[in-house]
């Protein structure tokens, strides 16, 4: 079975500040990893996915994530808030005992303070 | 929009009652996914779709839940006899890669409140 766990339900930081949202994953195989975003009255929306190859991978606004196989993680980083990132970032794997269906963590609410 | 689309967006309902959500997947998207979302908590998977068959309906948590897509487009998410755990936001969601690499898309989902 596949099961995502996300380190910290609320992460605050100031605007300007470093942000990193922590994912760490188990999966009997190579995973697929994604992060979604979700703005306050919206659907989610996917920021960045790992499937093969290079394993830090670009997504939008900004964000960036690093696959650690060693350490089963894969943890969302963004070098200078802004307040327009406060939203719910939802980590998720899929691709392991033979089911592609997306498992996703708990979440973590990211607030920005001025 | 061509994005997905959920309705309702809200719905109240009385505990015993029937309650029908739908889903209108991006056109062209083969995979559609439902998932529940309570609060504080990740979307849980209930059913996937691949074209008209459920390929994967493990998540559905009793048999009061059921879900079709006649013409392997729009779904329709049946709940019977609601309960008040069944409370929660519902999401849709589709994409054209059904191997798992591709994005979800998500609709904003359907709020259900069961009284």
């Known amino acids: 079975a596949q099961s995502v766990t996300q380190l910290g339900s609320h992460v605050s930081v100031s605007e300007g500040a470093l942000v990193l949202l922590r994912c760490n994953y188990s999966s009997s195989v190579p995973p697929y990893l994604f992060w979604y975003v979700q703005y306050p009255n919206q659907g989610l929306q996917l920021l960045l996915k790992?499937?093969?190859?290079?394993?830090l991978v670009k997504g939008i606004n900004g964000f960036e994530a690093e696959f650690k196989k060693s350490e089963t993680s894969f943890h969302l980083t963004k070098p200078s808030a802004h307040m327009s990132d406060a939203a719910e970032y939802f980590c998720?794997?899929?691709?392991?005992?033979?089911?592609?269906?997306?498992?996703f963590g708990r979440g973590t609410s990211l607030i920005v303070h001025p | 929009g061509a994005g997905v689309s959920q309705t309702p967006s809200n719905k109240v309902t009385e505990k015993g009652k029937y309650v029908e959500l739908r889903c209108d997947p991006i056109?062209?998207?083969?995979?559609l996914y439902w998932y529940r979302q309570s609060l504080g908590q990740g979307p849980e998977f209930l059913i996937y779709f691949q074209g008209t068959g459920a390929a994967d309906d493990s998540g559905l948590p009793n048999d009061r839940f059921f879900a079709v897509r006649p013409e392997g487009s729009v779904s329709t998410l049946k709940i019977q006899r609601t309960e008040r755990g069944d409370s929660a936001v519902y999401l849709c969601?589709?994409?054209?890669?059904?191997?798992?690499?591709?994005?979800?898309?998500f609709g904003e989902g359907s709020r259900l409140t069961v009284l």
């Open positions: 056109s062209g998207h083969t995979a």
């Open positions: 790992y499937t093969t190859g290079a394993t």
């Open positions: 969601a589709s994409s054209l890669d059904s191997r798992g690499t591709g994005e979800l898309f």
């Open positions: 998720a794997v899929s691709r392991s005992g033979g089911s592609y269906i997306p498992t």
